[in-house]
């Protein structure tokens, strides 16, 4: 079975744009999380969506982040607009939702000018 | 709030030696906390190395352990003799049973020489 699957790999967006990021789950999966990862922070929550509800979000990426589960196979993340700030690596995961381990995909390195 | 306090930065070992890297946490709002090492090695995605969800029980794998500690709120992850393919990034990390998002440390950049 092919594992989590991000694109793009890399995006560079200037201050302001908005830019899209994809995730396809571990087929079957019905759980899929968003983290952002930094050197400083390590790895925040962002969203986390059970059979395509959202379950919890991270309070503090609320304003100009948001996520969604067009399908069962398939969730964006928009960031609207980018900050400098923003520049990090976003993580997709999913889980079966009968078991623990969470499945990571290869992230994708996002650089805000 | 709930966190995960772990060994910060890098830490280098010479190959054979032992490792261990300090894990403790904050369960506030979780009952039953289950507990997750993950790795992240060089090149490839971040991938679960042990999990355990019981207290007082051990979990290991690949060399590695890490025993659930409820009363010292700890989960060291250990290992007597460590080689150069274990060097990588390693994150502890909580959930609850629940199965909600994980809460993860800031992760320990272990690099192992020859």
């Known amino acids: 079975d092919a594992g989590v699957t991000q694109t793009p790999r890399h995006e560079v967006a200037e201050k302001g744009q908005t830019i899209i990021l994809k995730c396809e789950p571990v087929s079957g999966h019905n759980d899929l999380f968003w983290y952002r990862q930094t050197k400083i922070q390590g790895l925040e929550l962002l969203s986390y969506?059970?059979?395509?509800?959202?379950?919890?979000d991270g309070g503090a990426f609320k304003d100009r982040f948001k996520a969604e589960m067009l399908n069962s196979s398939f969730s964006t993340l928009k960031i609207q607009p980018t900050e400098p700030k923003d520049s990090a690596v976003y993580l997709c995961a999913s889980r079966s939702g009968t078991d623990y381990e969470q499945y990571f995909g290869p992230g994708t390195r996002l650089t805000v000018l | 709030g709930d966190s995960v306090t772990q060994t910060e930065g890098q830490v280098t070992v010479s190959e054979s030696k032992s490792l261990i890297i300090n894990c403790t946490y904050s369960a506030t709002s979780i009952g039953y906390p289950n507990l997750f090492w993950y790795v992240r090695y060089p090149g490839e995605g971040l991938q679960l190395l042990l999990k355990?969800?019981?207290?007082?029980q051990k979990g290991s794998s690949r060399g590695f352990e890490a025993t659930y500690n409820k009363e010292a709120t700890s989960f060291h992850l250990q290992k007597a003799s460590v080689q150069e393919s274990d060097s990588a990034v390693y994150y502890c990390?909580?959930?609850?049973?629940?199965?909600?998002?994980?809460?993860f440390g800031t992760g320990t950049t272990v690099s192992v020489s020859p």
């Open positions: 355990v969800i019981t207290a007082g």
């Open positions: 969506f059970r059979s395509k509800s959202l379950m919890e």
């Open positions: 990390a909580l959930s609850d049973m629940g199965g909600r998002a994980l809460i």
